[in-house]
Antibody, heavy 121, light 110 residues
């Protein structure tokens, strides 16, 4: 049974760096084809893909946010960490992490419950 | 990075069929058979409904089907039910192991 859960601050100030942790179980991020991605959703708005880290440690980012994002994995702890620098109120959103299926190309088949992050002074 | 284009809203009566379109370019939707569809109820996380254009994960009703023609993918829901009322998002692979989502479509069951 695959589960994922996001954790991190609920409130950050403008210009600060956000660090979110995705803790997962039921799969290994060292298995070929597997990945973990981050997606966000501002209140009342659409999903936006942010980043994805693959089993082979390849890291991919949204072109529009690439300069602000870093994604890393700790396979031994079953965790993936996303950092986003220079936070702004427009970054207020629910942040989700999701499992990229090994055998289903680029499908995110399991999602965490999401973590609401508010950016405000 | 432009999102994929979806209609903002669609509606239908119980028992009817509806189709949601998702238009991209030859660099994403048109270039790969890696389109997924997600259903999201209010306050909930998205749920995968279709992967690789037309495949359903185990447990997803066969009332949901997907297809693609050129740069446009489509999600069809047949035999519309009240529980289908939700937001629907498409996503596609967009080269270099990156992804892109659509702007989302709100489905209203009348």
């Amino acid at each position: 049974q695959i589960t994922l859960k996001e954790s991190g601050p609920t409130l950050v100030k403008p210009t600060q760096t956000l660090t979110l942790t995705c803790t997962f179980s039921g799969f290994s991020l060292s298995t070929s084809g597997v990945g973990v991605g981050w997606i966000r959703q501002p209140p009342g708005k659409a999903l936006e893909w942010l980043a994805l880290i693959y089993w082979d440690d390849d890291k991919r980012y949204s072109p529009s946010l690439k300069s602000r994002l870093t994604i890393t994995k700790d396979t031994s702890k079953n965790q993936v960490v996303l950092t986003m620098t220079n936070m702004d109120p427009v970054d207020t959103a629910t942040y989700y992490c999701a499992h990229k299926a090994a055998n289903w190309n680029y499908a995110l088949d399991y999602w965490g419950q999401g973590a609401l992050v508010t950016v405000s002074s | 990075q432009s999102a994929l284009t979806q209609p903002a809203s669609v509606s239908g009566s119980p028992g009817q069929s509806i189709t949601i379109s998702c238009t991209g370019t030859s660099s994403d939707v048109g270039g790969y058979n890696y389109v997924s569809w997600y259903q999201q109820h209010p306050g909930k996380a998205p749920k995968l409904m279709i992967y690789e254009v037309s495949n359903r994960p185990s447990g997803v009703s066969n009332r949901f089907s997907g297809s693609k023609s050129g740069n446009t993918a489509s999600l069809t829901i047949s035999g519309l039910q009240a529980e289908d009322e939700a937001d629907y998002y498409c996503s596609s692979y967009r080269s270099s192991r990156t992804l892109v989502f659509g702007g989302g479509t709100k489905l209203t069951v009348l």
